[in-house]
């Protein structure tokens, strides 16, 4: 299939759903990341400190590599996340 021919509609459901996906794994798996993040941390950040500030409140965007000029990235196919501060 020609990526002209792909409509913008077709092109944000693709992208609604993978970030649906990311956000339903995320809670899924909230308790089994904030145990492993607790472990592993040497910060001494706990899931109380965490709770408390208010650091599960954040926004999770997917940008398409067609979004971008060419040389955003790390080249076709490869999926990469962005952590903006």
Do not use: C, P
Not at 49 to 57: A, S
Not at 69 to 75: H, I, R
Request: proline share 0%; charged share 30%; glycine share 6%.
């Amino acid at each position: 299939m020609n990526s002209d021919s792909i409509s913008q509609e077709a092109i944000n459901a693709w992208r609604d759903y993978v970030l649906k996906q990311i956000v339903e794994n995320l809670e899924a798996n909230k308790d089994k990341i904030m145990d492993q993040f607790e472990h592993e941390n040497t910060h001494g950040l706990t899931r109380q400190d965490i709770n408390q500030e208010g650091l599960l409140d954040f926004d999770i965007a997917i940008t398409l590599h067609r979004d971008k000029k060419q040389s955003f990235g790390l080249g076709l196919g490869f999926f990469k996340a962005t952590i903006i501060r």
